[in-house]
């Protein structure tokens, strides 16, 4: 009975990681086409695009699309500005949001819990619908204001930076994850008589590295992958992002085996950034799954 008992059980994991290395495979299939096509010049990609050479790295491979695509667009100057908005981004975001889900989850304030849903509720407007509206605002305020100069807020670092410091969905999972932390631990600490921010950076950010990892990787992705707000605000290349790049290689006639390049070297610091976060990003995870 143990035997077939042991069998059973291995035949049953067997069958899971089946499963799981089939859907890994179909996730990783588009990455692979990416990186394969980026090879290819675009009379082959093309052809290929109808059977199963697409994934394989077979004819004519070059690193000439990238080589091209270089030419084409500053590469190296879009991808700095998308590192140097999102990295800022995400830690102001990470900073301030964390601060204020501290308030939300520890203090007692009156209005405490309708502000609180007035934040949640803002996740169901689309930002197309205050787009327009953001950019009348950033139009018309000065930036800085010295010596009867002033300096606006288009084409800049900060107008890609300040409107998305806080948002509710950061706020709402570091609430949601400080709900659960034992509360225990403040009321030691404030009869010890540690004050509310020796409690913020002592005792609840060293317990918070899930939820950290989760929502930066989140805003990592938002930020990474934003198009409609910088094409508005940035008309100068010098602060334009890596997607707002990619308009460069459909204008005249469109090189696919450079798009495909552009978009493997855009996607390297993602992929970067999610690995150095992966093991937190699933404790998160798994955590979150338990006490469901």
Same mark, same amino acid.
Do not use: H, K, P
């Given at each position: 009975m143990a035997t077939l008992a042991g069998d059973n059980y291995r035949l049953r994991l067997a069958l899971r990681y089946a499963v799981l290395i089939l859907i890994a495979i179909i996730f990783i299939f588009p990455l692979i086409f990416m990186i394969v096509s980026s090879l290819k010049p675009d009379v082959q990609l093309l052809q290929d695009t109808s059977s199963l050479r697409a994934f394989l790295p077979v004819g004519d491979i070059s690193f000439d699309n990238y080589k091209n695509a270089s030419e084409r667009a500053p590469i190296g100057l879009f991808m700095f500005n998308s590192v140097l908005v999102t990295g800022i981004t995400v830690l102001l975001s990470l900073f301030f949001c964390s601060l204020a889900a501290f308030s939300f989850?520890?203090?007692?304030?009156?209005?405490?819990?309708?502000?609180?849903?007035?934040?949640?509720? @803002?996740l169901i407007i689309p930002f197309e619908t205050i787009a327009i509206p953001m950019l009348l605002l950033v139009s018309k305020l000065p930036w800085l204001s010295m010596g009867g100069v002033e300096w606006g807020w288009l084409n800049s670092y900060h107008v890609q930076i300040i409107p998305f410091i806080a948002d509710g969905l950061t706020i709402f999972l570091f609430v949601q994850y400080f709900k659960d932390l034992p509360k225990e631990l403040i009321e030691a600490a404030r009869v010890e008589g540690a004050s509310w921010w020796q409690i913020y950076r002592s005792i609840i950010i060293p317990l918070s590295g899930p939820v950290i990892a989760t929502a930066a990787i989140l805003k990592f992705l938002a930020m990474y992958n934003q198009y409609l707000w910088p094409i508005m605000v940035t008309q100068e290349e010098q602060y334009r992002p890596v997607l707002v790049g990619l308009q460069?290689?459909?204008?005249?006639? @469109?090189?696919?085996?450079?798009?495909?390049a552009y978009l493997t070297l855009i996607t390297l610091p993602v992929l970067a950034f999610y690995l150095v976060l992966q093991r937190s990003f699933i404790a998160s995870i798994a955590s979150t799954g338990v006490k469901g």
């Open positions: 989850t520890f203090l007692s304030w009156r209005g405490r819990e309708v502000q609180l849903s007035i934040i949640i509720a @803002t460069y290689f459909f204008q005249l006639n @469109t090189a696919w085996g450079e798009v495909m």
